[in-house]
């Protein structure tokens, strides 16, 4: 179904930052975007520096770690690491993204999850920046190439998020639950969400509305 340029999308519900990647999220009533995506967004990251490790000069994620998410500091991860036999070196100062600057998600995406499997889910499974209210369900695929704004800032639409283990992980205990990525992996062409890129810089604010420009 095409959605008209100008038409409202989504009210926007949560905003989130993630510090350090793979850690805890922060969240925020209002928050600047800048070209290279949400103030303190992912500034420092933890990277093995055990040799014999599979991931030796790269990032230690959520894949490596069921734990991560639960944890605020560095310090908290480095032990963590530690009691698993893994050395971290943490790096600051860049953009630690995976593959998109900003992440969106709406609330319809994860009701077709919740529908399929048959209970609630935290939206925070998905690691979102911004997760919105949508007016009408919309699939990811009719919004890449699409241009959204949000307060003040206007982010285009790039592509659809491709998702992993770390989304079976439970926000509260890290427990894993397969049947999660199971499903997006059957019934959505493993993909939750978008990735943006920032096209105007701007402030966007919980409550704001969604628009397609």
Not at 41 to 57: I, K, M, N, Q
Not at 116 to 123: F, Y
């Amino acid at each position: 179904m095409e959605t008209a340029v100008g038409a409202q999308l989504a009210s926007l519900s949560k905003i989130w930052t993630y510090p350090v990647k793979s850690l805890r999220s922060v969240a925020h009533d209002e928050v600047k975007i800048t070209m290279e995506g949400l103030a303190g967004d992912r500034r420092t990251a933890l990277y093995v520096a055990s040799p014999e490790h599979a991931r030796t000069g790269n990032t230690y994620r959520g894949k490596e770690d069921n734990r991560l998410h639960l944890l605020g500091s560095t310090d908290e991860a480095r032990h963590a690491a530690e009691e698993r036999g893994v050395e971290l070196e943490v790096r600051t100062g860049e953009r630690y993204y995976d593959a998109g600057t900003v992440s969106l998600l709406l609330d319809c995406w994860v009701a077709e999850v919740e529908r399929g499997l048959g209970r609630r889910l935290d939206p925070m499974r998905w690691r979102p920046n911004l997760f919105a209210a949508a007016n009408q369900p919309i699939s990811e695929g009719e919004l890449v190439g699409k241009r959204v704004r949000i307060g003040s800032a206007i982010l285009r639409v790039t592509k659809a998020t491709g998702r992993c283990v770390t989304t079976t992980y439970d926000q509260r205990t890290g427990e894993s639950d397969a049947a999660v990525l199971r499903f997006v992996a059957q019934q959505r062409n493993n993909t939750m969400g978008v990735y943006c890129d920032v096209d105007s810089a701007g402030s966007v604010r919980v409550g704001d509305i969604l628009y397609l420009c």
